[in-house]
């Protein structure tokens, strides 16, 4: 279902495939989530050396309907597919 335009790459091997992508966009927005969760936990006046993400999930949320007007007066649904992420970090205890 999702194969077409994706080009080939010899990395995709390790997961026996030939084509592969990265998820770029997805990557940035949870780098920007933990350096979220770092500058909160400096706040709380946590230690953000000893944090550890015990928890993260994704979910799906409402979707957004807009509408795109095509030729001879028809109009077609225009879709994004947000989503909520969980992310739980708790201090990890050093020790002895």
Not at 5 to 20: D, N, V, W
Not at 35 to 50: C, M, P, V, W
Not at 61 to 84: D, I, L
Request: glycine fraction near 6%; proline fraction near 3%.
């Amino acid at each position: 279902k999702y194969t077409g335009c994706i080009g080939r790459t010899p990395q995709a091997k390790e997961f026996k495939m030939s084509q592969g992508r990265w998820p770029v966009k997805s990557a940035k927005i949870l780098l920007g989530l933990l350096r979220n969760a770092e500058s909160n936990a400096e706040f709380k006046n946590l230690d953000t050396e000893n944090l550890t993400i015990t928890h993260i999930q994704v979910s799906m949320a409402q979707q957004g309907r807009r509408r795109t007007f095509r030729a001879h007066g028809r109009v077609n649904a225009y879709m994004n597919c947000p989503c909520h992420v969980e992310m739980l970090l708790e201090e990890k205890e050093e020790s002895v």
